[in-house]
């Protein structure tokens, strides 16, 4: 669970959300773009979106893209079981008692606000609902990446 340190921060701030460093950004509310970049650049059969849906009365969504054993989020690459324990235990430090559902995801639903609301408690922003559109920045962001492995 990542928590942004900036000073001042304020998530509905357009302006202070774009200048936060790639990795925050794609942390804090951009998560679904890179997965969608991901899945631009390296879907196949097995890739999947993976929803951390928290339970009700808890926040602290994120969306990963998951294949064979493998995760892929602002991290980088992971063994899925070994981000998704890194990620409950984290939610759980800032949040007491914090649980979430995973559920898999249509893929065209990450760029599309009006697909992402027809799944309950989802609603993601566009590319270009950001104060510049994000598709770029995650495109540039997956090539500090070497290929995933077992793709």
Request: aromatic residues 16%; charged residues 25%.
């Amino acid at each position: 669970m990542y928590q942004p340190r900036t000073p001042n921060y304020d998530k509905s701030d357009p302006i202070k959300r774009w200048q936060l460093p790639d990795r925050v950004f794609f942390a804090c509310g951009a998560c679904h773009i890179l997965a969608h970049a991901f899945l631009e650049r390296y879907a196949n059969t097995e890739t999947q979106p993976l929803w951390f849906k928290p339970f009700d009365g808890f926040t602290g969504n994120h969306i990963i893209v998951i294949w064979g054993d493998w995760a892929f989020d602002y991290h980088g690459y992971s063994k899925r079981t070994v981000l998704i324990d890194h990620y409950f235990k984290r939610a759980r430090q800032r949040w007491p008692g914090w649980d979430a559902e995973l559920k898999p995801l249509p893929r065209d639903i990450l760029v599309s606000e009006n697909k992402s609301k027809e799944i309950s408690g989802l609603w993601l922003r566009e590319p270009d609902q950001f104060l510049h559109n994000a598709l770029p920045r995650a495109e540039r962001y997956l090539d500090r990446f070497s290929t995933p492995p077992d793709i």
